[in-house]
């Protein structure tokens, strides 16, 4: 049997029952496992320091000197055993709480030791809890040990003496039996050499025992190389082959309505960003094969525009559209919009929701199925049985990361031939790293310009104590004319007490705010969805000053005239949650502002948050840092792409090695596609390797 499929437990220091914790707690089978096991960090083992120079924030220290006492206290869970280590210098506490009758074994009173552990304080006085212990004359007898590997463990694994100590020993006995043969090349030479990257037998060695940090680095690069290159290689050729497969309508002129809302009709001068995005989506439309694009723009930047663009290309070629939006508020505006320059179009836009009666909506049935209808605009019942087209050839979603599964089976139903050309249109914007893994098999257009003349949203963090300032400031910008939303948190576990909250809030503002002068809506999800949409509809219609809301207002609703977002309890929302908020506001001429108010005791990350807020208005940036804070899997927009499994590689920090690494892929593949170079070979048997146990991209082709 190949060295690295056999079982741990046959390597010395492992044996059966160590074999089966490292299987439960690490998931580690075989030998392949383990050296797969990389350490997520290296201390350097070259420097013993005497005990009277340990300062207070020493991190890891390595120590020699001789055990002078050993001491058992307690009994049962509260079992401890202190030495104490003692140097020309000075004496140490060791302590263990855990694993004592291998530690007991090991202690000798008067023997030399090297010590080496973490600084801990108990009562001020300083001490290392689960020291690796070593014999000095064994130390010794191995000379310079350079960086030693740290390996995740488990207080399980410590507790049954496999510390990193232990790993590295096992992890020396297997390096020993693994020769060159043993770990075949996974890159092409070609990029070995031009890339400067180390051979995977060495890297993998050197992963685990580094001679010095230089190795240690350029190991990990290879390995972090290898690891987003075959992502990449394999997102691109999914969308490659997606191209050549999924053929599409071929929309193959801009036509007259087009250029007739284009030059005549169109308000404004369309921003840079929007016209290189709409010359990428009518590069898809026109090459026959299915359009697959997300269109990602922060809010106001007129993604909205691009999407009626986009239909009138459609409609140019013959082929009907439909719009998809999560709410019906959100659905009904984009309706309005739209009508008003479809009417002067002299086209035909009609409305589908749950609550479109029967009658009117036998109606608009009957002009899509005849094709009279150019769009239709709606929620999810867009996707219901009874719609048919006479022919789907452009589906869009708002606000919407993707199409389910199912969603997207029963739509593509819709269409005749192809499927339809996708659009999905979404403000939260991905960071770049995260778009290139979890989105790599679509194609991403950002539209990452402002139309001009928008004042940026001057937002501001206060407490509670100032509140009489914050309702002052309501007032004045009342008496402007304009309209503010008070937003509240709203989340299941605490629902009750939530909209307790909203409720004093609402109570508390109309002792400010009295009525008949002022008038407020509220809205909640706990309301009845036409008591929402009449609530909703009196502040769009400016018959009221003030919105109080939990977030259902976060999506896509348009109120130009509002300026001012207040968020109470801002250290409970997320940082794009924040974001889209402050979105609803800074739409119209005015200044705009977004008042974070908070309590006084904030937690690092929301410290973070709304400093971030308050500091940038860039989508992007502010994405970027909801990576830093949470991490790959947590960000909205991926989830449903599955976390990204990355074992060595990290987005947050490797984020242009992964750019520099895609570009390499790109270029490998196009300059040859099918992989068929003598040179490419491993590259196209690596693919077939590792798709076989893929992730899970998901995608909406
Ligand atoms: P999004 O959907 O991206 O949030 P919208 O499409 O709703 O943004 O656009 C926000 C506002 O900006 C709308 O009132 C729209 O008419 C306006 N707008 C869009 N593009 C431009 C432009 N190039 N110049 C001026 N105003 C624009
Ligand atoms: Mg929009």
Redesign the pocket.
Known sequence: MHILSQAIEYLKGVGPSRAELLKKELGIFRNGDLLMDFPFRYVDRSKIIPIIEIQADSKSVQLRGKITKVHREGSGRKKRLRALLTDETGSLELIWFRGLQWVDKLLEIGKEYVVFGKLGFFNGTPNIAHPEMESYTSFRSKGNQGLAAVYHSTEKLNARGLDSKARRKIMQQLLDRITERDLPETLPQYLIDNQQLMTRFQALRAIHRPRHAAEALAARKRLKFEELFYIQMALLKKNQERKDQQKGYQFAEIGSIFHRYYNEILP????GA?KKVLREIRQDLASGFQMNRLLQ?D???????VSLLTVLMAVDNGYQSCLMAPTEILAQQHYQSFKEYFDELGLVVDFLSGSVRAKDRREVLARLASGESHLIIGTHALIEDPVIFQNLGLAITDEQHRFGVKQRARLWAKARNHSPHVLVMT?TPIPRTLAMTSYGDLDVSVIDEL??GRKPIQTLHKRETQRPQVIAFMHDEIKKGRQIYVVYPLIEESAKLDLENLHDGYEQLLTYFPRPEYQMSIVHGRMKPEDKDIEMGRFADAKTQILVATTVIEVGV?V?NASVMIIENAERFGLSQLHQLRGRVG?GAEQSYCILMSGYKLSHEAKKRIATMCSTNDGFEISQVDLELRGPGNIQGTQQSGSVPLKIADLVKDGMLLSHVRSIAKMIISKDPDLSHAANSILREQLEQRTGQAHNWSKIG
Do not use: D, M, Y
């Open positions: 404004f001068e369309l921003t929007q723009g809010v106001g930047s007129g993604k909205t525009i403000a139309p001009p348009n130009p739409r």
